[in-house]
């Protein structure tokens, strides 16, 4: 089991000090939502978010969206091998149910996340899909009780994806963290929370490139791609 | 160099036989778009495009946008070592330089996509980024030359990724080919267009978790991710 944490999530509600900015105004009218019930997002806040603290870092559901639709898309999810939770800046947790079908539409995605965050769940039956709880990293990290948790960050030590794997599948319920935000790094209380930090590239790479690489390598030295294909001739 | 078309993918203009269609007449109006002018997309348009032919391989952008983007943010990208063209459900190729810089928003990929498709190339000045032909597969197959050509489908022998990737860097501009569509099979002659048919896993996987795969498993079998690992240590 592998358990993935995008964390400081760059996904939130409006903030109350540009509720009356024109931007702000403009885009919750044309949903018919108050600004404090939509989403944050640079497309349309840009203007206004020049005024936040470390605007840079928030503003970008569409990151945690395709992060979102990279892991709960993979073999390793389909296996019931893999625990996806999104930790966002504004410490809340997101709880995802394996099973969940993510809108694959952006705007239906973000109309899903501005329902979770008013009525805490979603959807409104059985099966719950997305549960959010304000709790902080450190907290969520205590609850999933692992021995081995590795942060990918680009001022780790330099480590292959497939090294990385190999220690990861070696502890019962390892935790992967990958950063949802944009820019800049990982506060440092969440590199002080984890067992190692790695960089996998000299570069800074997409959150979604960078779960798809981690969740495929896991798959790759657990040997689930030649299992998975001997079912299908099986099948056949 | 690993050649990676995306094919039949689901990104038209909105035909003429729904122009009138009132969810279209309503998406465009909202846009300040003439309805030719805009593209095809089924979280706007579902109800119109019950009357098209074939739709259920038809109007998901958001595929292509997803697609590009898990290519286009790739190490390989990055090290001028994969080509990305795609073809599309109407017989057009859209030629990718390596270079692009896509929209991160879903709307404004959608604005360039529907400029694109109307200019023919994107944008006005230079460095030119994106340009449309009219092209079927089989004549960007030919223009590329290759000696090797994998299509990735369900329907082809079971391989691993690793495998594929194995015999795609042996040879000098070898091509994969992975569709663009939401569901369906790729057209008979697709799969008659390739060397080989291989099928990676038991299910269908997202045309963006395919390409993630294939394009890391090259960079692997290349040595790429400890080589550019090493150019990080030497930078510090």
Chains 1, 2 share one sequence.
Do not use: W
């Not at 996904?11 to 939509?38: C, D, F, W, Y």
């Not at 969206?65 to 809340?92: C, D, I, W, Y």
């Not at 549960?131 to 590795?150: A, G």
């Not at 790479?205 to 299908?232: A, F, H, Q």
Request: aromatic share 6%.
């Amino acid at each position: 089991m592998l358990n993935l944490i995008i964390t400081e999530t760059a996904l939130e509600q409006v903030p109350k000090n540009i509720h009356s900015h024109q931007t702000v105004v403009k885009h919750a009218a044309r949903l018919g939502k108050k600004p404090g019930n939509t989403l944050l997002d640079r497309s349309y806040h840009h203007a206004a978010m020049i005024k936040l603290d470390y605007h840079e870092k928030r503003g970008r559901p569409d990151i945690a969206h395709r992060a979102l639709l990279s892991a709960l898309g993979t073999p390793l999810n389909r296996e019931n091998l893999l625990r996806v939770f999104m930790h966002t800046v504004k410490e809340k947790v997101i709880y995802v149910n394996p099973r969940t079908r993510l809108p694959r539409s952006y705007s239906r995605f973000v109309g899903l996340i501005e329902q979770l965050l008013i009525e805490k769940e979603v959807p409104r039956k059985e099966p719950l899909l997305l549960r959010v709880e304000k709790k902080d990293l450190k907290t969520l990290i205590n609850e999933l009780k692992s021995q081995y948790i590795v942060a990918l960050t680009r001022v780790g030590k330099p480590k292959t994806v497939e090294k990385i794997a190999e220690s990861l599948v070696k502890h019962e319920d390892a935790v992967v963290i990958v950063g949802g935000f944009p820019q800049g790094r990982f506060s440092q209380h969440i590199i002080k929370a984890a067992t190692d930090a790695f960089s996998i590239d000299r570069e800074t790479l997409d959150t979604s490139v960078v779960i798809s690489r981690i969740i495929y390598e896991y798959e790759r030295v657990l040997g689930l791609p030649e299992k998975r294909l001997r079912e299908n001739q099986k099948d056949i």
